[in-house]
Nanobody, 116 residues
């Protein structure tokens, strides 16, 4: 069973930065892609950023130029660096992984709160 464990969420002022991490219980090379989703109260879960096994990345329009996804293959960890944070970035951020068969895996989520 795959485990994804997020860390690094918290409270930050608008304009600040935060980095969240996702540690996988097995090699991240075993996944077709990994990424971050977020869900704000009363809203649907949305894709924030994604990185594929070939290191191709894509971002939601709302975070382009502010958020950056990266990975550490030795530590089996994926990071999301969030800069110039806005109150509308407030959400629970979930790590997601997709196997080459298409099986989805989710972390438990980490709260990010941006105060104005």
């Amino acid at each position: 069973q795959v485990q994804l464990v997020e860390s690094g969420g918290g409270l930050v002022q608008a304009g600040g930065s935060l980095r969240v991490s996702c540690s996988a219980s097995r090699s991240i090379f075993s996944f077709n892609a990994m990424g971050w989703y977020r869900q704000a109260p009363g809203k649907q879960r949305e894709l924030v950023a994604r990185i594929t096994s070939s290191e191709s990345t894509n971002y939601a329009d709302s975070v382009k130029g502010r958020f950056y996804i990266s990975r550490d293959i030795v530590k089996n960890t994926v990071f999301l660096q969030m800069n110039s944070l806005k109150p509308e970035d407030t959400a629970v951020y979930y790590c997601h992984a997709e196997s080459f068969r298409g099986d989805p895996y989710w972390g438990q989520g980490t709260q990010v709160t941006v105060s104005s």
